[in-house]
């Protein structure tokens, strides 16, 4: 009997608190109510994910707590679009105004995206001339091309810059490249796309302001000075690039919100008609 005592004891103990932590998880409900209501979206999630790590047993708490995650989800991308769109306008007026003084280079006849460049940069403006020319496509994609004219071919591949302080950037060996011959002089013309361009692009961008050299790299080598006028140019073209690549980078994660948004509202949707 005292036996059977201490048991019904013990059960009874365990009936009192074993309500699987409800009470305690409907206070971390409550908290992330307040945090919801207070646009702390962070501090709501996180009340609602512990529900589930510390009381896994408290199923009418975590039922509501899925119902609320889904608004604290639904809440936070709703006001994300908000922000991005706000950003986004920003963002175009900006590149509009780095797109004054350049101008378009597009064939309608054979090209859906067209390249800025610099006017000065233009062929027909540096016929018979060594430099680097700075472009990027409508879509933001940045690429640098390094002309070489002379009265033999260098089969040049990629390209140094040098800073006279010693430091340099050099280009991998490109595929992209084309050879011409016109009135005996020999043309070299290779692209290097950004990323693509072993750290060249943003090496002259950090030393814009210095008297930098280019070396085209071939079976020789030539050098010559970066004119001031072509890293004017290169500077004018880069900062539209980031811009444009800013742009891509919004308009991304606004589709992603407003995908994540209509899955939300769907699944809000089928629970709602018990589905």
Avoid: W
Avoid at 83 to 105: H, M, P, R, T
Avoid at 110 to 137: C, D, F, I, T, W
Avoid at 146 to 170: K, L, M, Q, T, V
């Amino acid at each position: 009997m005292k036996k059977l005592g201490i048991a019904a004891l013990v059960a009874l103990a365990l009936t009192a608190c074993g309500d699987g932590g409800e009470k305690k998880a409907a206070l971390r409900l409550d908290a992330a109510e307040k945090a919801l209501a207070q646009g702390d979206y962070s501090e709501a999630k996180l009340q609602l994910d512990s529900i589930k790590i510390l009381y896994p047993k408290a199923f009418d708490a975590r039922r509501k707590g899925i119902t609320l995650m889904q608004r604290v989800e639904l809440m936070e991308q709703e006001k994300s679009v908000v922000y991005l769109d706000s950003v986004l306008k920003i963002k175009q007026n900006e590149a509009d105004l780095k797109k004054k003084g350049l101008i378009l280079e597009k064939n309608a006849e054979y090209q859906k995206v067209g390249n800025y460049m610099h006017p000065s940069q233009v062929v027909e403006k540096n016929l018979h001339r060594n430099y680097l020319r700075a472009q990027v496509s409508e879509t933001g994609i940045f690429a640098l091309t390094s002309i070489y004219c002379g009265g033999s071919n260098i089969h040049h591949r990629s390209i140094r810059i040098s800073a006279p302080d010693g430091s340099f950037a050099e280009t991998p060996a490109s595929r992209d490249f084309y050879e011409s011959t016109d009135m005996g002089v020999k043309s070299e013309k290779v692209d290097y796309r950004m990323g693509a361009d072993g750290g060249v692009a943003n090496f002259i961008y950090l030393n814009k302001e210095q008297n930098l050299k280019l070396e085209f790299i071939g079976s020789r080598r030539q050098v010559v000075s970066f004119a001031p006028a072509d890293r004017k140019a290169f500077v004018q073209v880069y900062e539209l690039a980031q811009t444009l690549s800013s742009i891509n980078q919004i308009k991304k994660e606004l589709t992603e919100a407003n995908l994540k948004i209509r899955f939300v509202k769907k699944k809000m949707e089928q629970e709602a008609q018990g589905k």
